[in-house]
């Protein structure tokens, strides 16, 4: 059946709207209501004029039906006066002391008619009720919301600014490189590490075959063996996909593999269970006995999210861990830790003590993970000089046809920028997110990609509705430091309910707290300058990748970022700022020469990828 939203009310602990005497004349126009949320036991009070209303959960008949509300296992009553349309009507009230009662709780009011076909009382209660969008903030939130607004928006001035210092830092990294290729990370002498990838070939799309790839860094762990066709075309896929916070050795530690006390060995162990556990599945590698024997050895393509030093494509040193990571902070200075030493040579040695089935072929950052990938994906689009990941961290890679020229081997070139630290646009919550952090050794570094990527926004849009609701707020869930992720941030910053109804239960199940819709509004805005000012950064990084690499300006030939990370993948409202940021900045005629690809899960399928590269060039 076509229905229609009719409009959106709030049932309020103080005036309920109620529909009496639905006039029998406009029973071709049959509402029906129905909870917003989730589809569970949706509380149809009646979807067709021959069955009148629906049963409850109950089973009871009408007149009285009962359907779960949307906030946790509550139920409320809608009680249907008059047994049937005629004459009839609806009350939506909630019964005084019952558990909803003071719940904010919206509702929604669907008809099957035509705009003509409303009857008044409908529109009654929509006037009484309903609240519309686009309302201007109440003085009181607006005085208070005002200084959060310039706080959180970057000028063009500023971007300009931070525009050439980010460019101005590229230059000083290749300079550095050039003069020792060796030399370690002075973060004194550059604030990017612009680091060596050794990739040497850029896919084509032509690539055949069945690749493995093992993605380590974002919230998930991920063994990945695809089939590439040739023509950019991508087959069977098959894959696991395991959150490490979540796993064992260590179940009783709330950072599970990825905690201080878990060792290296533990850790690689694990991993190298997974890739194997996936290859005799799938039959590539061979299980016990003397087929095992004769098993050739898979080679496969490492992730790793991490900014690593690298001599050689398959060795890579972890500079030091990003995204709160610990693991094996506990035995620094031994084997057993990872900071500072080899993860394609430990990965390997956990190989070997499981029999040696598999070997790292390659180590590769996620950003260029997802360049390649789309590389191969797109190789009709203009070429891809940038890969992007606006994830759980953020950084960036970017092709530099001058390589040689810097002392590189490799093509791409990892920036880490999420060390960027000039002209930034900081404010006060920043500094603290920043202090708060538990391992102090985190504290002070990647303060740019602190406020662009998904691991910090839900933090400070937190701290900044807190700074505004202290008193509201005050003994509730929502003081405690992380109880509002970015994922339900970003849920609340695309919320376009009438009534910011998402918004309204996001809130509740995170902090069991209710707000006034004006409440709402405030937050959903603070949200939304938050992700803004993500997406305005990381808008300035493009541009200035792009006019390093001369890829806009006059004559210029375009170029596509390949962008992964689920900030921008699952966002629609932050895609669409990121563009506009980069039309503000530069104009409609270059941003246009700027093409942003989304690169799902590119960062794992583009190990596979390079693996292919190499071994078909
Ligand atoms: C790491 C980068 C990585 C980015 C995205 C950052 O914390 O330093 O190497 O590319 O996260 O995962």
Avoid at 54 to 70: A, K, T
Avoid at 190 to 208: A, N, Q, R
Avoid at 542 to 558: M, S, T, Y
Avoid at 573 to 590: A, F, P, T
Wanted: with cysteine.
């Amino acid at each position: 059946m076509k229905t229609n939203r009719l409009s959106s009310f709030v049932l309020h602990p103080c005036g309920p709207p109620r529909v009496t005497c639905i006039p029998s004349k406009h029973r071709s126009a049959m509402p029906f209501v129905t909870s917003w949320t989730r589809g569970v036991g949706a509380a149809l009070l009646s979807h067709s004029p021959s069955t009148s209303f629906s049963r409850g959960e109950d089973g009871r008949p009408s007149p009285w039906h009962r359907w779960r509300f949307p906030f946790s296992n509550r139920r409320g009553a809608a009680h249907c006066q008059g047994g049937g349309w005629q004459g009839g009507g609806i009350d939506l009230s909630i019964p005084a002391g019952h558990a909803t009662y003071n719940l904010y709780m919206p509702v929604t009011i669907y008809h099957t008619g035509g705009p003509g076909d409303l009857p008044p009382y409908l529109q009654a209660v929509a006037s009484s009720g309903g609240l519309s969008q686009g309302v201007p903030l109440e003085p009181s939130a607006e005085i208070k919301i005002k200084p959060i607004r310039s706080l959180l928006s970057v000028g063009k001035p500023q971007m300009i600014m931070m525009i050439s210092e980010f460019m101005e830092e590229m230059n000083k990294g290749l300079a550095l490189h050039a003069a020792d290729p060796s030399a370690h990370w002075d973060e004194k002498k550059c604030c990017f590490k612009m680091l060596e990838t050794h990739i040497d070939h850029i896919p084509t799309g032509s690539e055949k075959g069945v690749y493995y790839a093992v993605d380590v860094g974002g919230t998930n762990f991920r063994v990945v063996r695809i089939e590439l066709l040739g023509d950019g075309k991508i087959g069977k896929t098959s894959r696991i996909k395991r959150d490490l916070k979540q796993l064992p050795p260590a179940p009783e530690k709330p950072k599970g593999l990825l905690d201080a006390s878990v060792k290296q060995s533990e850790f690689f162990g694990y991993l190298a269970d997974q890739v194997i556990q996936v290859g005799k599945h799938e039959g590539d590698i061979a299980g016990e006995g003397l087929e095992g024997e004769a098993s050739p050895v898979l080679g496969f393509g490492f992730t790793f999210s991490f900014p690593t030093q690298q001599d050689q494509k398959n060795h890579a040193i972890l500079s030091h861990w990003t995204k709160e990571w610990d693991t094996g902070r506990d035995y620094t200075g031994t084997d057993e830790c990872i900071e500072g030493r080899d993860v394609g040579q430990m990965f390997d040695d956990a190989f070997a003590k499981k029999g040696g089935h598999a070997k790292v072929h390659g180590v590769i950052n996620d950003t260029v993970g997802t360049l390649l990938s789309c590389s191969y994906e797109n190789p009709h689009l203009p070429p891809v000089y940038m890969g992007l990941i606006l994830g759980t961290g953020s950084n960036g890679c970017y092709y530099e046809p001058k390589y040689k020229q810097y002392s590189y081997n490799g093509k791409l070139i990892n920036i880490e920028f999420g060390n960027f630290n000039r002209s930034l646009p900081e404010t006060d919550i920043d500094k603290q997110v920043d202090a708060d952090l538990s391992n102090k050794a985190d504290v002070g570094r990647q303060r740019f990609e602190k406020m662009v990527s998904g691991k910090y926004l839900g933090e400070i849009s937190r701290r900044f509705v807190c700074s505004i609701m202290a008193d509201k707020l005050k003994g509730t869930k929502a003081e405690l430091i992380d109880s509002l992720k970015s994922e339900h941030a970003s849920k609340i910053v695309q919320d376009e309910s009438q009534n910011l109804e998402i918004t309204c239960l996001t809130l509740f199940e995170q902090w069991g707290v209710t707000f006034s819709l004006n409440e709402l509004r405030a937050i959903q805005e603070i949200c939304r300058l938050v992700f803004d000012r993500s997406a305005s950064l990381a808008a300035m990084s493009i541009v200035a990748v792009a006019l390093k690499a001369d890829r806009i300006g006059r004559n210029a030939e375009g170029m596509t970022v390949a962008i992964d990370g689920s900030l921008y993948t699952q966002n629609p409202w932050y895609q669409h700022r990121l563009k506009q940021h980069i039309v503000d900045i530069v104009g409609r005629e270059d941003a246009q020469k700027v093409h942003l690809q989304i690169a799902d899960d590119g960062s794992g399928k583009g190990a596979a990828v390079m693996v292919a590269a190499d071994q078909q060039a």
